[in-house]
Nanobody, 126 residues
Framework: QVQLVESGGGSVQAGGSLTLSCAAS????????MGWFRQAPGKEREFVAA????????HYADSVKGRFTISRDMAKNTVYLQMNSLKPEDTAVYYC???????????????????WGQGTQVTVSS
């Protein structure tokens, strides 16, 4: 049974930092491109960041570029999202996702990802 379990969410003041973790089980972790998405109340789910199967390539949404860093630990089957300089507009539920469809592409569309976690809330106050 495939499971993606996010953790590390919470409340922080603007300018602060949080690190999200996503522990994967029940799948061959190295076969999957891993991504982070987020959804704010009343808004569509949006792409945040993704990392290639090898971990050598990453891709970020323009809104988080330079502030967020995605990484993966193959030994721990875990993907991380380090979030710095947080802004109130970063407030959302953050989801971890896994994509095995095209190993050469870092997808930014949520429809490309077939495995999803349950989400973790991030709240940034001004």
């Amino acid at each position: 049974q495939v499971q993606l379990v996010e953790s590390g969410g919470g409340s922080v003041q603007a300018g602060g930092s949080l690190t999200l973790s996503c522990a994967a089980s029940g799948l061959t972790f190295s076969w999957y491109v891993m991504g982070w998405f987020r959804q704010a109340p009343g808004k569509e789910r949006e792409f945040v960041a993704a990392i290639s199967r090898s971990g050598l390539r990453t891709h970020y949404a323009d809104s988080v570029k330079g502030r967020f860093t995605i990484s993966r630990d193959m030994a721990k089957n875990t993907v991380y999202l380090q979030m710095n300089s947080l802004k109130p507009e970063d407030t959302a539920v953050y989801y971890c996702a896994a994509d095995a469809n095209d190993p050469l592409t870092i997808a930014t569309m949520s429809a490309s990802y077939e495995k999803w976690g349950q989400g973790t809330q991030v709240t940034v106050s001004s």
